[in-house]
DNA sequence: ATCAGCACCTGTTGGC
DNA sequence: TGCCAACAGGTGCTGA
């Protein structure tokens, strides 16, 4: 479910209900939620959440200890302070010592929690964040350098640029007016800058947006994002080209929905 | 190095 | 109305 823009809306929303709280148990009502099993909450209990803040596509809650917490949320997951009402799909509970919770719910129960020492970033071996300022045209040809595979494929990949999923990877290609099926390595130094500012231009507005709610994405506030009404190609097949009215459309690249514009995109 | 296929799971939707 | 297949924002593994 959530990606770049949705996880960062999410740990925005979280970090001023959940700072400075103590942990005092952990509920696992879904074993293979959380990595470590039975380690990992000794760990936890009697932890503090220091900081929160997003690691490409991770929610970090940093710990006074100096351990961290990685949450992926992957499709479905969820992360709720003191919900109103019991969630079906609650698959973790965080018990804190005032009396509080942080609930993970997650339907499909694809999301992991894994309990980091040191360093979050080295631990999670992901790339370059795409807001990262040390991200500079030489840097991004460097990492498409030499890279055959399709530029949507590699977008996807999260060991070059960390964040980047199927919604923005169509919306950045479509704005940049790239093909999803063109070679990595065979973007035009114009194309890869293209390329660089459509994905920051796209992410940050729909960080302003607070994300994209395709299906039922809701954030830390429980409230849907609004940059769904505002997808170029994403979800749009079939439909007429906001730029050029021709169909929209769709394929399968990388075992994944793939939109784009036959016109536009080249 | 790359890719297809499948696995992990459940809920929703669209076609018949 | 009801059933069933297809599909979903992600990633990791296997085997070719």
Request: proline fraction near 5%.
């Amino acid at each position: 479910m959530p990606e770049l823009p949705e996880v960062e809306t999410i740990a925005r929303g979280l970090r001023h209900k959940v700072l400075r709280r103590r942990i005092a148990a952990i509920e696992v009502a879904w074993q293979r939620s959380i990595d470590q099993r039975g380690v990992s909450e000794q760990l936890l209990v009697g932890d503090t959440i220091s900081d929160v803040r997003r690691l490409g596509k991770f929610v970090i809650l940093s710990l006074g200890s100096g351990r961290s917490v990685a949450i992926h949320l992957r499709m479905t997951g969820r992360l709720i302070v003191d919900p109103p009402a019991a969630d079906p799909h609650t698959r973790l509970t965080l018990r804190f010592e005032d009396g509080g919770v942080l609930v993970f719910s997650d339907a499909r129960k694809f999301g992991r929690w894994r309990v980091i020492e040191g360093d979050p970033s080295r631990a999670l071996g992901i790339g370059i964040d795409p807001f990262d300022p040390a991200l500079s045209a030489s840097v991004f040809a460097g990492l498409v350098r030499k890279r055959a595979t399709p530029i949507k494929t590699w977008l996807l990949d999260q060991r070059f640029l960390s964040g980047i999923g199927n919604i923005y990877a169509c919306e950045a290609l479509f704005a940049a007016r790239i093909r999803p099926r063109r070679r990595a390595r065979s973007l035009s130094v114009s194309e890869r800058a293209q390329l660089l500012a459509s994905l920051r231009k796209v992410m940050r507005k729909a960080i302003q947006h607070r994300g994209s709610s395709v299906d039922d994405y809701l954030d830390a506030e429980g409230m849907p994002g609004g940059f769904q009404k505002q997808l170029a190609v994403y979800g749009r097949g079939g439909l007429p080209c906001r730029r050029c009215r021709t169909p929209i459309r769709r394929v399968v690249l990388a075992q994944r929905g793939t939109f784009y514009c036959p016109t536009c995109q080249q």
